[in-house]
C-alpha cells in the first residue's frame, strides 16, 4: 500500500526579536508554498507538515533549536536561517547529522556544504551590479556602515574590492553598529558622512535597525539624488517599517522586487494577498524561500525521499519557473542562478526597477570569474 504518512520539514526562522519582520515574510513564503504543494494533493498524496521553532533571532538558539528539529523530530530538510551568523550556527550541525538546510537570504559567498541548499543572492548576482550602477552613476567615493556581524564585514570586503579597483574611488570610512542600533547611534554617523562628503552610503545594517538607519539619513537632511543609500538588504519590508516618504530615492539590488512583471510573480502574490493570514510584506527572502519549498517538493518526487543522498542527486540542477523568472540550481556549487535587478525605492513604497538581468546569472560564490558588465542589462526605461 502506498506511504501516506505526512511529511515532516524543519521551519526554523526569527519569530521574535531584531531580525523577526523579514523572518516573518520567511516563513509566510514558505507556508504559501506548502499549501499550494498540499492544495495540489501532497507530495505523491502525503502531506507536507511543517515543524516550526522561533530562533529568536539569536545564532545559538538556531544550533539548539536545528540538533532538535533533526534528533527528536526527525526532520531531513529544515528551511532557514536569515543573518550569515545563523547559518554559520547551523552548518555544522546539518554537516554532522548528514541533513540538508535550504537557505534563502542573500549572503557574503566564500562558502560551500554539500549539507546546504543556498537560493539568495552570491555577491556576483548582487554587489557586482550595485557597485557598477552606483559608481557609474553617483561616483566611486563609497561611505559603508553596517550591523557589527560576518555579512557586513564580509560584503564589505567584496565591495571595497570592487569600488577601489576603479579609477577616483575611496573608501571614506567602515562603521559598524550593533543589531538594535537607534536612530541616535547612527545620527552621530551622519554628522561624520557630512564631514566626509562620499558620493553614496553603502549599507549592510540589517533587520530593526535599518529604518534607524534612513530615518537619521532623512532626519540629517541629505537628498538621495546626490548621496543616496544603496544596499543589498533594504528590501519592501524594511520600507514599510520606516515609510515610503523616508526610503524614496535609495537604491537596492536584489533579484526580486514585488514589482517583477511576470505572469508567475503576479500569480503568487495574487495567491499570498488572498490568505487571511497574510501579514508581511512580500520580498526577495519571501520570493527565495517560496520557489526553495517548490524545488524541494519536485525533487522529493522524483527521489521518492527527502534522505539527503536520494533527494540531493534531484535538487542539483533542478529549474523552476520562479517570481523573478526561471531558476536553476548549480549542479557544482549548491548556488541558484538568479536574475539580478536594481531597483529605486518609490513613492508607493515599492521598486521601481532600473535595470534588470535578460538572462540568469550563474553563481559564483567565490567570485572565481566575475566582472562588471558581465550581465546583459535591459535598457532604462526611467531615466538611469
Ligand atoms: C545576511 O546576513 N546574509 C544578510
Not at 522561533?54 to 528539529?69: K, M, N
Not at 556544504?113 to 550602477?133: H, K
Request: charged residues 20%; proline residues 5%.
Amino acid at each position: 500500500m502506498a506511504n501516506k504518512d505526512p511529511i515532516r520539514v524543519g521551519i526554523l526562522y526569527p519569530e521574535t526579536g531584531v531580525i523577526s519582520t523579514i523572518g516573518c515574510s520567511q516563513i509566510q513564503g514558505s507556508l504559501l508554498a506548502i499549501d499550494e504543494i498540499n492544495q495540489a494533493g501532497g507530495i505523491d498524496g502525503r502531506e507536507i507538515v511543517p515543524v516550526r521553532y522561533d530562533s529568536r533571532s539569536t545564532p545559538a538558539v538556531y544550533a539548539t533549536l536545528a540538533e532538535r528539529l533533526i534528533v527528536e523530530d526527525k526532520v531531513n530538510v529544515i528551511f532557514g536561517c536569515y543573518m550569515s551568523s545563523s547559518r554559520k550556527a547551523v552548518l555544522p550541525i546539518v554537516e554532522k547529522w548528514n541533513k540538508l538546510l535550504f537557505y534563502s537570504t542573500l549572503y557574503e559567498g566564500f562558502e560551500f556544504s554539500n549539507n546546504i541548499i543556498y537560493t539568495g543572492a552570491a555577491p556576483n548576482q548582487n554587489s557586482v551590479q550595485l557597485v557598477e550602477f552606483m559608481t557609474s552613476n553617483f561616483g566611486a567615493s563609497v561611505y559603508m556602515i553596517g550591523s557589527n556581524y560576518i555579512y557586513p564585514y564580509e560584503s564589505n570586503r567584496i565591495v571595497s574590492d570592487l569600488t577601489l579597483k576603479l579609477p577616483n574611488s575611496r573608501k571614506v570610512a567602515e562603521r559598524y553598529v550593533k543589531l538594535d542600533a537607534s536612530e541616535k547611534d547612527f545620527q552621530k554617523i551622519m554628522t561624520d558622512v557630512r564631514n566626509k562628503q562620499p558620493d553614496f552610503i553603502f549599507s549592510t545594517v540589517v533587520g530593526d535597525a535599518t529604518a534607524n538607519l534612513y530615518r537619521a539619513y532623512a532626519d540629517a537632511g541629505f537628498d538621495p539624488a546626490t548621496m543616496p543609500i544603496a544596499s543589498l538588504t533594504t528590501s519592501e519590508t524594511e520600507i514599510s517599517q520606516m515609510g515610503s516618504d523616508v526610503a524614496k530615492g535609495h537604491f537596492t539590488s536584489a533579484p526580486y522586487f514585488q514589482s517583477v512583471n511576470s505572469d508567475a510573480n503576479a500569480r503568487c502574490l495574487e495567491r499570498y494577498r488572498r490568505q487571511s493570514n497574510a501579514i508581511c510584506v512580500p520580498n526577495m527572502c519571501w520570493e527565495s524561500t517560496y520557489f526553495q519549498m517548490h524545488i524541494y517538493a519536485n525533487a522529493f518526487r522524483r527521489a521518492g525521499s527527502d534522505e539527503i543522498g536520494r533527494i540531493l542527486p534531484h535538487i542539483l540542477g533542478s529549474e523552476f519557473d520562479a517570481p523573478q523568472g526561471r531558476v536553476r540550481i548549480d549542479p557544482t556549487n549548491h548556488h541558484t542562478s538568479l536574475y539580478p535587478r536594481i531597483g529605486v525605492a518609490n513613492a508607493e513604497g515599492q521598486f521601481t526597477i532600473v535595470r534588470e538581468a535578460t538572462r540568469p546569472v550563474q553563481p559564483d560564490p567565490y567570485m572565481v570569474t566575475h566582472s562588471f558588465g558581465d550581465w546583459t542589462q535591459s535598457p532604462s526605461s526611467v531615466g538611469w
